[in-house]
């Protein structure tokens, strides 16, 4: 597989100050008084325009910053010794890339992008002098942190315990909730990744992926057109994911 192109730097996006974000009630906890709002406008040193294909980490880089993504969709993944590449994940507006280097110091993953994205950069070492400062957004960071436990947690269940057609159920379930968190459709969605990342990281081949669109879409549950999904019963989507679990 190809490796994407090094991340240009090229026409950063216009800067937005984080007091005025749409993504404030998923970056910043509620209530923040202004002036420590003022401080994080101050923390986030940059705001980068990230292409399709692009890798805004890579695994072993040096951990200088933290990223929130302000627009687009990433994905995560890591590299064996073999060369061998497992996706460990999907982040979206909201999210932050490079809490996983935090304990080593360098990051873990590479960060690809899936389509045109933002993210906003938050300098490591300035973000843990504010959060000494700023007891709310000490705590909101260790709620990023916890949300991402949960999730991992999530994950290995999903992969522990569910067949290849409730894998994907629920995996379709937690990602269009995660969108609806975000003012999209609950029922529409457009896939930025691909089959292949889609089985790469719930530990399926690429064609029993395909597969399995096919059957669910023969169940009536879901509309497939390539990467558009109509979800037509989400009671019967939930009734399948569950179904792996008893």
Same mark, same amino acid.
């Given at each position: 597989?190809?490796? @994407?192109?090094?991340?240009?730097?090229?026409? @950063?996006?216009?800067?937005?100050?984080?007091?005025?974000?749409?993504? &404030?009630?998923?970056?910043?906890?509620?209530? *923040?008084?202004?002036?420590?709002?003022?401080? *994080?406008?101050?923390?986030?040193?940059?705001?980068?325009?990230?292409?399709?294909?692009?890798?805004?980490?890579?695994?072993?880089?040096?951990?200088?910053?933290?990223?929130?993504?302000?627009?687009?969709?990433?994905?995560?993944?890591?590299?064996?010794?073999?060369?061998?590449?497992?996706?460990?994940?999907?982040?979206?507006?909201?999210?932050?890339?490079?809490?996983?280097?935090?304990?080593?110091?360098?990051?873990?993953?590479?960060?690809?992008?899936?389509?045109?994205?933002?993210?906003?950069?938050?300098?490591?070492?300035?973000?843990?002098?504010?959060?000494?400062?700023?007891?709310?957004?000490?705590?909101?960071?260790?709620? #990023?942190?916890?949300? *991402?436990?949960?999730?991992?947690?999530?994950?290995?269940?999903? +992969?522990?315990?569910?067949?290849?057609?409730?894998?994907?159920?629920?995996? +379709? #379930?937690?990602?269009?909730? &995660?969108?609806?968190?975000?003012?999209?459709?609950?029922?529409?969605?457009?896939?930025?990744?691909?089959?292949?990342?889609?089985?790469?990281?719930?530990?399926?081949?690429?064609?029993?992926?395909?597969?399995?669109?096919?059957? *669910?879409?023969?169940?009536?549950?879901?509309?497939?057109?390539? &990467?558009?999904?109509?979800?037509?019963?989400?009671?019967?989507?939930?009734?399948?994911?569950?179904?792996?679990?008893?």
């Amino acid at each position: 597989m190809p490796h @994407p192109l090094p991340l240009s730097r090229q026409e @950063p996006p216009p800067r937005v100050a984080c007091s005025g974000c749409h993504l &404030r009630s998923l970056c910043l906890p509620q209530g *923040l008084h202004a002036t420590a709002a003022a401080w *994080l406008d101050g923390m986030v040193s940059a705001q980068l325009a990230v292409l399709r294909g692009q890798a805004l980490l890579r695994a072993g880089a040096p951990l200088e910053s933290l990223y929130a993504v302000r627009t687009g969709f990433f994905k995560t993944r890591v590299t064996a010794q073999d060369g061998r590449e497992q996706v460990a994940g999907f982040q979206m507006a909201g999210d932050l890339l490079g809490l996983a280097g935090i304990a080593s110091g360098r990051h873990t993953v590479d960060a690809v992008a899936l389509e045109d994205s933002q993210v906003c950069v938050i300098p490591f070492g300035r973000q843990l002098g504010v959060g000494a400062d700023v007891q709310a957004l000490q705590q909101q960071l260790l709620r #990023i942190m916890s949300r *991402l436990i949960v999730h991992d947690h999530g994950v290995m269940l999903l +992969l522990g315990s569910l067949g290849v057609r409730e894998r994907l159920a629920a995996f +379709l #379930i937690r990602l269009t909730q &995660r969108l609806q968190a975000l003012g999209y459709s609950a029922s529409a969605l457009v896939l930025r990744m691909t089959r292949e990342d889609m089985g790469s990281y719930l530990g399926m081949k690429e064609e029993t992926v395909s597969r399995a669109f096919t059957w *669910l879409q023969a169940q009536g549950l879901l509309e497939v057109r390539q &990467r558009e999904i109509r979800i037509l019963d989400p009671q019967g989507l939930q009734q399948v994911a569950a179904a792996g679990s008893r």
